[in-house]
Structure formats: C-alpha cells, structure tokens
C-alpha cells in the first residue's frame, strides 16, 4: 500500500510570513490536491495538479501559490499569513475519476 | 454558492441504529460521489462510492442509495456503533479531476 506524508504535522507561524507546506506521495498517482479546511465549512479546494509541472486553481487560490515539483511531491505555499488564523491543510492524491485519498494534515496556526 | 450540501450538520443514534445521512447536489454533470469519513486529528478517509449509472452501493454496513432525478444520495449505517462516531463528508466530481465537498455531518453513537 502507499502513503501520503504531509510535513510539518504542525506548523506556528508569524502574521506576514510565508510559509511552505509540503506532501509526497508513493502511490504514483498522477493527479495531487491541496485543500483547506475549517471548522464547519468543510473542505474548500486550493490548488490541483493532474500531472508534473501543472498548476489547476481551485476555489480558494487567492493568497496562495502551489508547485508540483515532481510526480511524488506537490507544496503549497501560504504566501502571507493573517493574523489569528487557524486551519488544517490536507493533501491529497488520485488516478483519474477516481476518489483522491488523503494525508493526515498541516495544523497551521499563526500568532 | 455550495455545490453539494449535506442537510444535517449534526446526528445523534443509539447504538444498533441505522443512521442516515443525507446529501443534494445542483450540478446534473456530476457522476462519482465518493463518502469519506473522518476522525479527530486524522486525514478523511474514503469509505465507499457510487457512480451515477447506478442507484445502489453496498459494503458491509454500509451502503449509499442514489436518486439521480432527484440530485440527492444518503448514506446509511446499519448498526451503527460508537467507533462509527466520526465527521462524514459528501463529495461530488464536476469533471475527472475537480472533487467538491459539502461541509460535513457529525455522527454521534450513543451506546
């Protein structure tokens, strides 16, 4: 079986700061996703990649910038942080039409 | 506007239910809608999927029945058990890449 392995697992920042996150995956998927989520809202979809080197916006790009370096690895980068804010930024990755599967998630907090 | 919606934000069964939960969609070219179910501090986890050529999809207790007219599917737990207790997000396709998800139903199993 494979693994989606975010990094950090947990991650403080300071309001203004840029801040990268980062996944790799060993399934060979070729589609990754970067989502956001916050109590009660769900899941809400920054950026996708359906192959090395694209770059898809999803409904929350603004304020972010992504990179697919590599088949196996996708980051994301906060590009300033806001101040109080706190959420959990899953990766994911799947085959086409095919259900993404998910890592355990950045706990972001900034102070 | 939200693309797919889940009716109840909260749900709370004793032990031995079924519990259902309920799930509408707006967009008529979504065809996969795959469940995930997540736990504190954990990624979503993919439980189970249906296409929408079909109306029906069992595994084990759990099984999603599909009303395509309708733009609406549920999820139903049969004996439900306390470790069911979980947040359960529906998801939908808008193409063979885009997965959109509603907010999330917290499943509560009373013993």
């Known amino acids: 079986g494979g693994i989606i392995t975010q990094t950090p697992k947990f991650l403080i920042g300071q309001e203004g700061q840029k801040l990268t996150l980062k996944c790799q995956q060993n399934f060979n998927h070729d589609t990754m996703y970067w989502y956001r989520q916050d109590s009660g809202k769900g899941l809400r979809l920054i950026y996708y990649?359906?192959?090395?080197?694209?770059?898809q916006k999803g409904d929350l790009s603004e304020g972010y910038d992504a990179s697919r370096e590599k088949k196996s690895s996708f980051s994301l980068t906060v590009t300033s942080a806001q101040k109080n804010e706190m959420a959990v930024f899953l990766c994911?990755?799947?085959?086409?039409?095919?259900?993404?599967?998910f890592g355990e998630g950045t706990r972001l907090s900034v102070l | 506007q939200q693309q797919v919606r889940q009716s109840s934000q909260s749900l709370t069964v004793w032990e031995g239910e079924t519990a259902i939960l309920n799930c509408s969609y707006e967009n008529s070219a979504f065809d996969y809608f795959p469940w995930y179910q997540q736990f504190p501090g954990e990624g979503p986890a993919l439980l189970i999927a249906?296409?929408?050529?079909?109306d029906k999809k069992e595994d084990g207790r759990f099984t999603i029945f599909f009303n395509k007219r309708e733009k609406n599917l549920s999820l139903h737990i049969k004996d439900s058990q306390p470790g069911d207790s979980a947040t359960y997000f529906c998801?939908?396709?808008?193409?063979?890449?885009?997965?959109?998800f509603g907010k999330g139903t917290h499943l509560h199993v009373l013993p």
């Open positions: 994911a990755s799947s085959i086409a039409n095919q259900a993404p599967l």
């Open positions: 249906i296409r929408s050529v079909s």
């Open positions: 998801a939908a396709n808008t193409n063979a890449y885009k997965v959109i």
């Open positions: 990649s359906i192959t090395e080197n694209d770059l």
